[in-house]
Nanobody
C-alpha cells in the first residue's frame, strides 16, 4: 500500500493542525495505521495508532491533545493535533501494517509501509 501524508505547516503555540494520510489500498480497513514523528536531531518516535480492530493508542506526550481517526471509505487516516507546543515540531510520518499485534504498535520497525512525511513547525 502507498501512503501520502499531508497537512503539515506552521502554527503558533496553542494552535491546531490536522494531518491526513491517504492510502492506495482497497483493503485499507484491514490495516493498522500509525503516526510517528522525528524532531531535528532526534530519533523517530511513536505518536498514535488506530488498529483495524478499532482501538486507538497514543504516546503519553500527546494524549488528550491529539486524536487519531480514520475513514475507511475514503482510505484516509487523520491526526488532529490541538494545543500544539514547540516540542511538537517535527516531520510527521504515517505508516501502516496489516499484521501488527498489540505489543508491536509503538515500534517503527514493525510497520511495512510508510508515507513521505509532512513537516509541522510550532513557533511564535
Amino acid at each position: 500500500v502507498q501512503l501520502q501524508a499531508s497537512g503539515g505547516g506552521w502554527v503558533q503555540p496553542g494552535g491546531s493542525l490536522r494531518l491526513s494520510c491517504a492510502a492506495s489500498a482497497d483493503t485499507f480497513s484491514r490495516y493498522t495505521v500509525g503516526w510517528f514523528r522525528q524532531a531535528p536531531g532526534k530519533e523517530r518516535e511513536f505518536v498514535a495508532a488506530f488498529r483495524s480492530t478499532g482501538t486507538r493508542h497514543y504516546a503519553d506526550s500527546v494524549k488528550v491533545r491529539f486524536t487519531i481517526s480514520r475513514d475507511n471509505a475514503k482510505k484516509t487516516a487523520y491526526l488532529q493535533m490541538n494545543s500544539l507546543r514547540p516540542e511538537d515540531t517535527a516531520v510527521y510520518y504515517c505508516a501502516a501494517d496489516s499484521s501488527l499485534i498489540l505489543s508491536s504498535i509503538p515500534y517503527e520497525n514493525q510497520y511495512d509501509h510508510w508515507g513521505q512525511g509532512t513537516l509541522v513547525t510550532v513557533s511564535s
